[in-house]
Every structure is written in structure tokens, then in C-alpha cells.
């Protein structure tokens, strides 16, 4: 299954440009420029990371992949809502921290269905941080020590009555 998005660009000479780009279940990225296609490697193990630049005569386009998600930024706006266009930097590595005290933690606190949450989880934290928002990673964090907390709770309730 292959999840995309499809674009056209005028450049300054009049010329339309087809720009698509799909994501890829198995296969990982492609970028279609036109009639020429691009496999693209994430710049992250972890979650699909592509910032793929194309240019026409007087456009300057970027291709942004962030996991399932893609967007089209022109000349240093993007297509989807306007907003301005930083390229895509690394993940902080305190968002690291918590991905491995999510996932690490979930399995000693609650097991492996507290690991599997802790890893859903981990993808919205480096989500959220790859679009600059520290709030959305915290809330997802402090949702996160919440479930585990139940869980450890029942796993030592569970233990008690034995």
C-alpha cells in the first residue's frame, strides 16, 4: 500500500511540472519529477525523514516527508497551508531519551503491550519534535508515564493476589 501526494508547479516560463511522491509500505520513498522517477533514502532509521530539493527556472521546491505525511514547499513556502519553509533538521537527543525510556521502560514496567504502546508513542514523540513542537512531545510523554504507571499498578496488583 502506498500512500502519496501529487502536486503542478508553474515555472517562470510558463512550463507546468508534475511533482509526486509516495511512501511506500515495502520499497521505502519514491519522488516522481515530471516523467523521471527517484527513490529517496530517509535521512532517519527510525521514521521516514526526506527533504528532497527540486528546482525549475524560478522555483525552488522542496519535497518534505515526515513519516506518512508529505508537503511541497515552493520558493520558501509551503503549498498546504502557507506556512514558511525551515529545512528538516535532526532530532534532538533528549527526544532520544525518552524513545528509549518509553520503549525500555514500558517493558520492565509493564510488559510487552507497555513496549508496543512506549513504541507508538516514540513515533509521535520524533514527529512532533521534527515539527518544532516541544509541547506535543511532552503531553505525549506524560500520556505515556501515565499508561505505564496503570500498568505497573495491575502487573503489581496481579502479583499480590498470587
Known amino acids: 500500500m502506498a500512500k502519496g501526494n501529487s502536486w503542478t508547479i508553474s515555472d517562470s ?3 507546468n511540472h508534475s511533482i509526486s511522491c509516495k511512501v511506500k509500505t515495502f520499497g521505502g520513498p519514491e ?4 516523467t523521471n522517477t527517484y527513490r529517496v533514502k530517509s535521512s532517519n532509521w527510525f521514521v521516514n525523514l526526506v527533504d528532497y530539493a527540486v528546482d525549475f527556472p524560478g522555483a525552488n ?7 506518512g505525511k508529505s508537503r511541497l514547499a515552493v520558493n520558501g513556502t509551503y503549498q498546504d497551508d502557507g506556512s514558511r519553509y525551515e529545512p528538516v533538521t535532526s532530532i534532538p537527543a533528549w527526544v532520544w531519551v525518552l524513545v528509549a525510556i518509553s520503549v525500555i521502560g514500558g517493558w520492565f514496567f509493564g510488559g510487552l503491550l507497555c513496549l508496543v504502546i512506549g513504541a507508538a508513542l516514540s513515533t509521535v514523540y520524533i514527529s512532533a519534535a521534527l515539527q518544532k513542537n516541544t509541547t506535543k512531545v511532552i503531553i505525549a510523554f506524560v500520556a505515556f508515564l501515565v499508561i505505564a504507571a496503570v500498568f505497573f499498578g495491575l502487573n503489581m496488583m496481579l502479583v499480590g493476589m498470587v
Open 13 to 15: 516560463n510558463g512550463m
Open 31 to 34: 519522488i516522481s519529477v515530471d
Open 61 to 67: 521546491c522542496h519535497v518534505v516527508m515526515i513519516g
